[in-house]
């Protein structure tokens, strides 16, 4: 039991960088996205281009907003081009058969959108 007690510890530290490692490639986001449930985007679109990442938000099909994004360690952050104050968060929770869910890291609300073909 000793052993245990003194093991525990370690094996809690050597597991919590796996369980926070992103399992999510940057690669995977550069589509177009529609949404299916919730989220503050009707359609959006992350591109990258000569290592400058676009976004590029739709309304009824129509540009709506546009700036820049980053993604580190599953964390998505957009940028508004012209007003900083629309900067949002997310926690890419999930991307799987073209269904990408995330988590605006703010009010925690969780949005679902699909890969658009």
């Not at 940057?26 to 992350?46: I, N, P, T, V």
């Not at 676009?54 to 980053?70: A, C, Q, Y």
């Amino acid at each position: 039991m000793r052993q245990l007690k003194l093991l525990l510890p370690w094996l809690l530290c050597a597991t919590a960088g796996h369980a926070s490692a992103c399992a999510i490639n940057e690669q995977d986001l550069l589509q177009s996205w529609s949404r299916s449930k919730g989220g503050d985007f009707e359609e959006f679109k992350l591109a990258r281009e000569g290592g400058v990442r676009s976004f590029s938000s739709f309304l009824d099909h129509r540009l709506e907003m546009t700036g820049s994004w980053t993604f580190t360690k599953c964390l998505l952050h957009v940028a508004n081009g012209s007003n900083a104050k629309l900067s949002v968060d997310y926690k890419v929770v999930s991307l799987d058969k073209g269904v990408l869910t995330l988590q605006d890291r703010d009010s925690g609300e969780t949005s679902v959108y699909k890969r658009l073909r």
